[in-house]
């Protein structure tokens, strides 16, 4: 599965930006997916998960109320419509797609849309 995300750029602190990750094949609607962010020197952190079976959502605590994740399996993609943005959510954002199948743990990075939220 290859992973696309798109949709970053600059915002003033305040305003809305949402991202897409679109990926290459009709199997994605089977994974679950999530969204995370990194900045330079630290580790990547998880900010948002819609679960595959249950359409079940969670969210990291510093974005939970603005931060909403969604999907469409018609187009094999998954949003995350991020709104009242701070300069803290500055980061590279990457998607993550993965499922256990027979066992095995399969999971597939996209590599990232820069978000810049300054004044």
């Known amino acids: 599965v290859r992973l696309v995300e798109s949709g970053g750029g600059l915002v003033q602190p305040g305003g809305s930006l949402k991202l897409s990750c679109a990926a290459s094949?009709?199997?994605?609607?089977?994974?679950?997916v999530s969204w995370y962010r990194q900045t330079p020197g630290k580790e990547r952190e998880l900010v948002a998960t819609?679960?595959?079976?249950?359409?079940?959502?969670n969210y990291a605590d510093s974005v939970e109320g603005r931060f909403t994740i969604s999907r469409d399996n018609v187009n094999y993609t998954v949003f995350l419509q991020m709104d009242n943005l701070k300069p803290e959510d500055t980061a590279v954002y990457f998607c993550k797609a993965y499922r256990t199948l027979a066992g095995t743990y399969y999971y597939y990075w996209g590599k990232g849309t820069l978000v810049t939220v300054s004044s």
């Open positions: 819609i679960i595959n079976t249950s359409g079940r959502r």
């Open positions: 094949e009709f199997t994605f609607s089977t994974y679950d």
